[in-house]
């Protein structure tokens, strides 16, 4: 987990606004597994399909957008693991759900990278980082679906991506009116300081 941009290329992500070094990444990252976990636990069943609808993509893909791919995926790795070896912050639906929690993993370093190259200050960029991190989570959670249900791709796609299209929009545009807002203050925060530290510089 870097603390600055890769190159000078890359775009800074929100989080890199909170001064520190390797403890405040790591704390990023636990806390990153922390939110997908929480999310996890808001959750309701819905008609066709066997996976509940939860909060955790929106916290995945918001969440790698603002931390960038270093944070989002060890934090990402972080909720798996502590999973696996038995804390109960699954959402609890079953093993045939494992694809989509494998899917958080590599969407979160998909979209983090994203975040990094694009930048998160443009709504058109946060729905297309977003949506491609979409794409990785309806893939890997169908692929899931068919390989513990046995479903075809079809039955696959049927209950596994259909039924969260609408939701996922919602989320999706959350986000690209969430992020851009948040950096539109943060510069302004940060406008208003330079001409103080310039002052108290110059005292």
Not at 24 to 42: E, H, N, T
Not at 165 to 182: E, F, H, M
Request: net charge positive.
């Amino acid at each position: 987990m870097s603390s600055v941009a890769s190159s000078s290329t890359d775009h800074h992500v929100l989080s890199d606004v909170i001064p520190g070094t390797w403890v405040r990444d790591g704390l990023l990252a636990v806390g990153f597994a922390g939110a997908i976990a929480a999310s996890a636990q808001m959750q309701f069943a819905l008609p066709g399909t066997t996976v509940p609808f939860t909060a955790q993509t929106f916290a995945v893909l918001a969440g790698a957008l603002a931390l960038g791919r270093g944070r989002a995926a060890v934090g990402s790795l972080l909720y798996l693991a502590l999973g696996v070896v038995g804390l109960p912050w699954f959402s609890g639906a079953g093993p045939h759900t494992i694809g989509y929690i494998v899917g958080f993993v590599a969407a979160a370093a998909l979209v983090g990278t994203l975040a990094r190259r694009l930048g998160t200050d443009r709504p058109g960029r946060v729905v297309l980082a977003m949506a491609a991190g979409n794409l990785v989570i309806w893939a890997c959670g169908a692929t899931g679906l068919a390989l513990v249900l046995g479903l075809s791709p079809v039955e696959a796609i049927a209950a596994g991506v259909v039924p969260f299209l609408l939701g996922d929009a919602v989320k999706l545009l959350a986000a690209a009116g969430v992020l851009p807002a948040t950096w539109a203050l943060v510069r302004g925060v940060q406008r208003r300081r330079s001409p103080l530290r310039a002052r108290h510089t110059g005292a």
